[in-house]
């Protein structure tokens, strides 16, 4: 009597890969962080606008708004690229520590040289075990990393590459909603301004919600924490002509 292999489906499988891919272009953490510096940073350039009114004298138009548009998306734009750019470095500098510790392991006269080389990055077991099972843990790895090979070379890889471009999508993305009232509502700028306003403390509520949600917490809270920050931006900013 023979038997067949069942088949396994092919849908589920490109799900996970899709998943895993989307996954390496920017941790969900990495992506609240990025698109909440993006909301302030756009933010306080649009305060800036009647600042900018009182010093030329002249009232806002339409055309300032448009100006502000760009200068605000500009922003959003040149904020992507650096921090993008910051993503690549840091991931290099994180596998050359990586690598720097791999080495100092290996090269160990002893196991306590050894286990020092590590020990600090592994400083959140304190809080979970005692000092005899965290020596039985770093004994244990000690002995499993000395002899494990090498990490990768630190230079430059292509999910670093993913990984600023993710960077860079969230932080334009999460700019364009609170620009875009200034090209919507640009024949009545002062309106624009403040709908662009609501708008960001509607976006950062959000995201403080979606902190909470990922990383432990109060949503309701985390969510009204991040739009006090904002409404206490527009409170400073509006008195000196913001």
């Avoid at 922003?75 to 650096?82: H, P, S, T, V």
Wanted: net charge neutral; glycine share 8%; proline share 5%.
């Amino acid at each position: 009597m023979t038997t067949t292999t069942p088949t396994i489906p092919a849908e589920p499988a490109a799900r996970n890969m899709k998943a895993s891919f989307l996954g390496r272009l920017l941790d969900p953490l990495d992506r609240l962080v990025e698109g909440i510096y993006s909301v302030l940073i756009v933010l306080t350039f649009t305060l800036a606008v009647r600042v900018v009114d009182a010093n030329a004298s002249i009232a806002v138009t339409s055309a300032l708004a448009k100006e502000l548009f760009w200068a605000c998306f500009g922003c959003a734009i040149a904020w992507g690229l650096i921090d993008g750019v910051m993503y690549i470095l840091s991931s290099i500098a994180e596998r050359g520590q990586n690598l720097r510790v791999a080495r100092s392991i290996r090269n160990s006269a002893n196991e306590t040289e050894g286990i020092a080389a590590f020990a600090e990055q592994l400083g959140a077991l304190t809080l979970l075990t005692t000092p005899a099972e965290q020596q039985s843990l770093y004994s244990d790895l000690f002995h499993r990393l000395q002899d494990a090979p090498l990490p990768d070379r630190a230079g430059f890889k292509r999910e670093d590459f993913a990984g600023a471009l993710g960077t860079f999508l969230v932080a334009v993305g999460a700019a364009l909603p609170v620009v875009l009232p200034l090209i919507i509502l640009g024949q009545n700028p002062w309106l624009a301004v403040r709908i662009s306003n609501l708008v960001a403390c509607a976006m950062l509520f959000v995201m403080g919600y979606s902190w909470a949600k990922y990383a432990g917490g109060k949503p309701l809270l985390s969510g009204l924490f991040l739009v006090l920050i904002g409404l206490a931006m527009v409170v400073v900013a509006i008195p000196l002509g913001g």
